[in-house]
């Protein structure tokens, strides 16, 4: 039997997250961070020669992961067995020098988190770009608003793309909150103390002050905790998976919206030229990748909730009741939040309007949508406010009636209001109501435009970020020949 | 690069749920159905040659992942590739007529869940003959019970281990339930309404209900829905996750109270031959496992989050926003579930108690958890209630702010009470009343009877699951030699 | 000013439901537990006059809220002050001999539970009883089943209810295992060892099983715990919440796709006579209490992970770290499935379906749906299967295409394929197997009867619950009278 | 039956927070958001009388909720009846111009919201004030760190507070971040596209900006959205609930931890005067407080996933599926964190250090704690590494077997040690080294200095924040007569 692969990595997730996790990248993470710690403790006088450094650096890529699975099979103790492998690939024995397990795994852990982080600002910048290309395309298109899921107001499709793209500027501003101040635990020993490190030091807490800000320079995250026990405070994996999930919320809420556009034909989240649908039912242009993106939203919750889980749960200065599950959660977390990015992005890239349709849907509801500007016409006409109300009340339920029952085809509600008495305007006068309403969806376009300028803001400060997309069809063509 | 493992599949989880959800696995099973169905259906009049079936027979364990992968690349669909890949290995094209996808896939993910939970069955059943076992063996071992994580009042150690026991008999009990009336899709088409079987078998409705009978009979699963869309209700799957969740509460609360009498070193969770804790500090013999079956748990709770949100959330027939969720969920619940019970047994087969250590602790508390009892004699020797309360807690407190300030270092309530005046019992009266506490624990060894009963009925019920045990430590030699 | 009201309780909830939580109804519980407690004693032996019964028993139903508050604010104990206003109001002090606290509030805490559950298995059947009319009513209206949103095949109107129906049964089953083998924890003292119970019948332990049965037979609870702590397994109570969240699902997806129905004007969910929707918009009819189900369900997944967080987490005999959730979440979880169910029961009083604009989809998308049909003919009249599918697929695809441009308004899909030489059917005979597809729902039909049938065996078990439905209207006159 | 009360405003939250969720507070809040809507629209020209506004606001106090409460009976909206309540009380029709039901709640839950979050701020900086305070008073006091659960090295319980207070300073930052960043909806209408206010003010943009404006500054919330559509983006709601989450992570795991040390009597949460433990067993100092911090994080962490059941979850411009679930959430989910703080801050006042048996724990593991030096030390003296490692560990595990059994009741490894040859260390080289261990702590010392200086600076900004505690005892005087 083959081993099992982690679903999330193999099929959703992007390579550069991927590599970060993976089990060589990891080892070489540690090794660097090693060296580190021994370049700057032979910088602050620990006796160790620079051929022995220079030997582990030249070693460093060298992983074999199943000589290392041995080893543990052996020594029983995964730090130690990967301890001996460097060593013996460098002929030396001067890492570790004063460290504790935890000296190591918790630093390369947050590491991980934390260049995984980057990635994702670079791809959530990256979305707000396409979204943003995608609002400024459509800000003129009119389409039927729904609250309720009913028809309610003009709006721009633009303007819709812009609100979800707004919630996810959200999640942007906590993730970079995040980024801006994430801190390492850095060499705290065993219980937090630095005891350890201190003795090597024969009693010198500067130098190792001095030590531990030149291992943060080298991890070149912004932060170092203070106080700390033998690990980091886990609410910290906590706010970590809590932005994950916020990121997912934007792109989410408009994948089920996309959703709900595609059963009613005004737009679909597209295909890749020559797929189709259903092999038995070739109409069928599913909104699979949008499913998909609420699919992963759903996933990241559950992870969530497994940091919810260890965050609060401190027993004394630490245990490891976190361990399995930080295992499994962290990594994943990160190959889920990736993978609904490169789907969401495929979306915004193949995504379809149908303006025929929704110009179909505008007709069949404009009159109803125009009650409020013909009841204050009418008001103007001299009409009572309550009368008005009554009247248009009537015969618009009336019309709903009889368009659910197929006795008319087309909405006649401005016929109706023209005939009767009480509302004292014409079919002229109302249908230039009408009129001026086709094209009037309030202040869509100035949000677009403001929606713009937030994300070239963005985008002027990451410009790096917004190029992303181009790299992105051929990760996709690997990914996407898989099924969902 | 390597491929990116499913941690909880390679180290935690045991061979036997291993490969049911592996990829041969499954596409082994999705052979067998088809070849059920193919037999179904020519036993029901299609003109299927048998030897088109013998063909797919001899065949079926042929599986070749990366051929399968090529064709998914070509034709872009899962499915297609692999009936394609079995018709190609047997030269007929036989299989899977009157399908639709989902008529294989649900149907053979349902017999990987309902597979699971018979394993799981056997596990639980073997865990609580262990919990038996040991609760028998330290049936009486009294030990201060704590309330609140405070000395209350004297239990046995073999109740403790019983009381946990009947809450994973609580467990069992929703699994049983679970299995008993557990489920299965069946044939019912793209929408649920066989519109194509009945096509195939023109129209003879009859015919299609005797094949879904015999498909069921082929799978052994118990029931079969009548009315579902394209997919069975997610609300099952829900059932299914919060079961394997409600089954790791009772271990989880046990390895927890390990966790504290480990701090206590009144018990431990037990150590292999040879195996030492820190390698820093050897002394320490960390409860590693117990946190580990703890972190499985929340582990747990973050899949049973995932199927939450698939439960009640089906749009019309059915969509796939449940598809990425369940590929995660389901096997991954399954191995943290199977993990969690490895972990378990290992425990429960190595775990320790200090007679020594608990003794101590029992001498030191006893004359607290005796003044219900010295309260009861005052009053019969005529104090009033009310005096006789007031005097013992005045001495009580007085006791454990002397001890707290190691004024004294043996809890001397008794001579305090006996020279007071206003409690007319004399020392020996007071420590005839100590000795009969120190071997009265109630009911608990009646209630350990009652529980060694009930276990008793299931291992009997299930005579294999009980010797479980026995081949546990080879997994564990492959599984513990990997670290936490 | 006034105190903060629960929402739950006072706009949701039903009046059955309320009672058993108010502060009110949990103290005549507990009043008539301390009464049955007393009378067993009595009869069991100990020396408790018949008149002080007597004189309890005439005063239970005094509850002074406020006078029990002021003891509490002196006593500083909850339970000691019950304790202390329930005897002066007797004038005798006989209650809670060789209880503790614990003894009293888990078995109260447990009936308000059972009983809570008794109600809502009533309300589930009568919610299935009049899904199955529905299903009765609407099994031959012809709808187009959707998957992913999207026109699939055709099923009934009422095999789309009955689906969700089985969903619902599915739970009920799940909340009938968990009432039949529901217990209680018994007279079981401060850890678990009945000491105290002990003591009083002066060490035997028969007669303390024999209190223990009596005071079982009094809750009318099936089952009594034999091992237990402090407390009972929370694992117990993260199964009750499970069962309600599993409860909530089918009415959960029902009210998604009736929404999604709304949308489409195809269905919904009906209004009370009198009322509108938007009072801007006249027309608007939302669908706001199926969004209100599905806010419920939300509920009640966080109350899901509210008892997750519990179960598995007991310090030894019990701690109170769970005491301040079980009192949020216990009640509050109760309310919100009552709510959900009254809400849910509204809609299935009140919906309505648009047959003329049913037909109007059916007919929009019949040729699509029949595609399968088409190709197996064309292959029957000669044509290669390949040749016929690609052929299909062009013209299927073009018909889409045309259709969102609005190039055409109808579905011509056979008029496109008649023309078309490759496939040797003519219009006539594509429109014969369309016409025959107009009232083709395969098994729709006897699986709406097989629903009919399993929730008829249910209404039979249990009559009064079918009833429910007819008190429904009074209780929603009060509730519906406040908005969403 | 009166009225079922919220019992987490009811027995845990303060009367701040209270006060801006009650139904008489928020009817207030609108009413004063209706007078600044009507005053910005009369300064941009609409012809509203000062008059009118005048009197709306001499009547703004009058609160009458059951004559709203029979409005709403009778016009079957809640918005409308609070409306006409409104303008009856004061004589005049001027309010809600232009404005949909969503531009006045979802501002004024905003509100809510916002206001919470800053007396949120001001706790936790008293909390973090708090912290400090303990923090330096026992900076010097050392105490066995553990890891595990077991005895590992040195540190003290000041640098312990510290650690825990440094978990809550992350969340305070969190906290501070969404306090700085926090968007209003603002005066959108009821698709997001402001097209009434735009009517009102016949088309001009510019003056429906300067409204919105005027509107945010009477609000005092730094932000406002520019795309929205009927809500706000219920992320918004997720970040706010975790954010209230993650500040309950450092008091939780604190309060476990004092749990942990009460149950080895080495500290306590310590009790008000007067008052005792279990009133049956007098010694019994229960950790009630630190067991109810721990509840209510389990309460938060279920309202989370109410929140995330939001979150991702729009259907198009939005709909009311949130609606039940953030009235229940959100004033529910506030009160939970702010009765979080209230009891930990009584943990923070009362809590007790129990010096004398901190020493004895110390004095048993310290020869433990300290084998890493003794090694170094052997090391020196020109013992090989791996012989040194070996010996010690041999007798370390040894003496642990002695105590556990009893066979020693002091730590002699030291005497062990020294008559090893293969240790050249003498008794007294191993007990300077011991000597020198109880008073070292490593960097404890300045990490603590490092925590007061960070505290310092946040109490520095929030001058008033840290004086809250002043203020708290008569808080708890009322709150702490119910009981748990």
């Given at each position: 039997?083959?081993?099992?692969?982690?679903v999330?990595?193999?099929?959703y997730a992007?390579k550069?997250i991927?590599?970060?996790?993976?089990?060589?990248?990891r080892?070489?993470l540690?090794?660097e961070?090693?060296?580190?710690?021994?370049?700057a403790?032979?910088?602050?006088?620990l006796d160790?020669?620079?051929?022995?450094?220079?030997s582990?650096?030249?070693?460093k890529?060298?992983?074999?992961?199943?000589?290392?699975?041995?080893?543990?099979r052996?020594?029983?103790?995964d730090?130690k067995?990967?301890?001996?492998?460097?060593?013996?690939l460098?002929?030396?024995?001067?890492?570790h020098?004063g460290?504790?397990?935890?000296?190591l795994t918790e630093n390369?852990?947050?590491?991980?988190v934390?260049?995984s982080l980057?990635?994702?600002?670079?791809?959530t910048?990256a979305t707000l770009?396409?979204?943003?290309?995608?609002a400024?395309?459509w800000q003129?298109?009119l389409?039927?608003?729904?609250?309720?899921?009913?028809?309610a107001q003009?709006?721009?499709?633009?303007k819709?793309l812009?609100?979800?793209?707004?919630?996810?500027?959200g999640?942007?501003?906590s993730?970079?909150?995040?980024?801006?101040t994430?801190?390492v635990?850095?060499?705290k020993?065993a219980?937090?103390t630095?005891?350890?490190?201190?003795s090597?030091?024969e009693?010198?807490?500067?130098?190792?002050?001095?030590?531990?800000?030149?291992i943060?320079t080298?991890?070149?995250i912004?932060?170092?905790f203070?106080?700390?026990g033998?690990?980091?405070?886990?609410s910290?994996?906590?706010?970590?998976?809590?932005?994950?999930?916020?990121?997912?919320?934007?792109p989410?809420s408009?994948?089920?919206?996309?959703r709900?556009?595609?059963?009613?034909?005004?737009?679909?989240?597209?295909?890749?030229?020559?797929?189709?649908?259903?092999s038995a039912?070739p109409?069928k242009?599913?909104?699979?990748?949008?499913?998909?993106?609420?699919?992963?939203?759903?996933?990241?919750?559950g992870?969530?909730?497994?940091?919810?889980?260890?965050a609060g749960?401190?027993?004394?200065e630490?245990?490891?009741?976190?361990?399995?599950v930080?295992?499994?959660m962290?990594?994943?977390?990160?190959?889920a939040?990736?993978?609904?990015?490169?789907?969401?992005l495929?979306?915004l890239?193949?995504m379809?309007?149908?303006?025929?349709?929704?110009d179909?849907?505008?007709?069949?509801?404009?009159?109803?949508l125009?009650?409020?500007?013909?009841?204050?016409?009418?008001?103007?006409?001299?009409?009572?406010?309550?009368t008005?109300?009554?009247v248009?009340?009537?015969h618009?339920?009336?019309?709903?009636?009889?368009?659910?029952?197929?006795?008319?085809?087309?909405n006649?509600l401005?016929g109706?209001l023209?005939?009767?008495?009480?509302i004292?305007?014409?079919?002229?006068?109302l249908e230039?109501?009408?009129?001026?309403?086709?094209?009037?969806a309030?202040s869509?376009?100035?949000?677009v435009?403001?929606f713009?300028?937030?994300?070239?803001?963005?985008?002027?400060?990451f410009?790096?970020?917004?190029?992303y997309e181009?790299?992105?069809?051929?990760?996709?063509?690997?990914?996407?020949?898989q099924?969902?």
């Amino acid at each position: 039997m083959s081993a099992i692969p982690n679903v999330l990595a193999e099929r959703y997730a992007s390579k550069a997250i991927v590599n970060i996790w993976s089990a060589e990248g990891r080892i070489v993470l540690e090794r660097e961070f090693w060296i580190a710690v021994m370049k700057a403790q032979k910088e602050l006088g620990l006796d160790i020669p620079q051929e022995a450094i220079d030997s582990y650096e030249s070693v460093k890529d060298q992983v074999n992961l199943p000589a290392i699975m041995e080893r543990e099979r052996i020594t029983r103790h995964d730090v130690k067995a990967r301890i001996e492998e460097f060593c013996d690939l460098s002929g030396h024995q001067h890492i570790h020098k004063g460290m504790t397990s935890r000296d190591l795994t918790e630093n390369v852990e947050q590491l991980q988190v934390y260049r995984s982080l980057l990635i994702l600002r670079d791809k959530t910048i990256a979305t707000l770009s396409k979204i943003n290309e995608r609002a400024q395309q459509w800000q003129g298109l009119l389409i039927t608003a729904r609250t309720h899921n009913v028809a309610a107001q003009p709006t721009t499709f633009g303007k819709r793309l812009a609100m979800f793209g707004e919630e996810l500027l959200g999640g942007l501003s906590s993730l970079n909150h995040l980024i801006e101040t994430y801190a390492v635990r850095g060499l705290k020993g065993a219980v937090g103390t630095q005891m350890d490190q201190i003795s090597l030091f024969e009693g010198d807490i500067e130098k190792v002050d001095a030590l531990e800000s030149k291992i943060c320079t080298h991890l070149g995250i912004p932060e170092v905790f203070d106080n700390v026990g033998q690990v980091y405070p886990r609410s910290l994996d906590f706010r970590t998976v809590s932005v994950l999930t916020d990121l997912a919320s934007g792109p989410s809420s408009f994948s089920r919206t996309l959703r709900l556009m595609a059963g009613n034909e005004t737009a679909s989240e597209g295909f890749a030229k020559g797929q189709t649908g259903s092999s038995a039912m070739p109409h069928k242009m599913n909104s699979r990748s949008c499913e998909r993106v609420n699919g992963f939203q759903t996933i990241l919750k559950g992870y969530l909730v497994m940091a919810t889980g260890l965050a609060g749960d401190q027993w004394n200065e630490g245990d490891v009741s976190c361990s399995v599950v930080r295992r499994v959660m962290l990594p994943d977390a990160f190959y889920a939040c990736d993978g609904m990015f490169e789907t969401f992005l495929t979306i915004l890239n193949q995504m379809n309007a149908y303006p025929a349709v929704i110009d179909a849907e505008n007709e069949h509801y404009l009159p109803f949508l125009m009650t409020t500007t013909i009841m204050m016409e009418a008001v103007k006409a001299g009409v009572g406010r309550e009368t008005a109300h009554k009247v248009i009340k009537e015969h618009a339920v009336a019309t709903v009636d009889a368009l659910r029952a197929r006795e008319v085809t087309k909405n006649d509600l401005l016929g109706r209001l023209a005939t009767d008495e009480r509302i004292p305007l014409t079919i002229e006068q109302l249908e230039a109501l009408l009129e001026e309403g086709r094209s009037n969806a309030g202040s869509a376009r100035s949000q677009v435009a403001a929606f713009n300028k937030t994300v070239s803001a963005w985008t002027s400060k990451f410009p790096n970020a917004a190029s992303y997309e181009r790299l992105n069809p051929l990760i996709f063509l690997l990914k996407n020949l898989q099924m969902a």
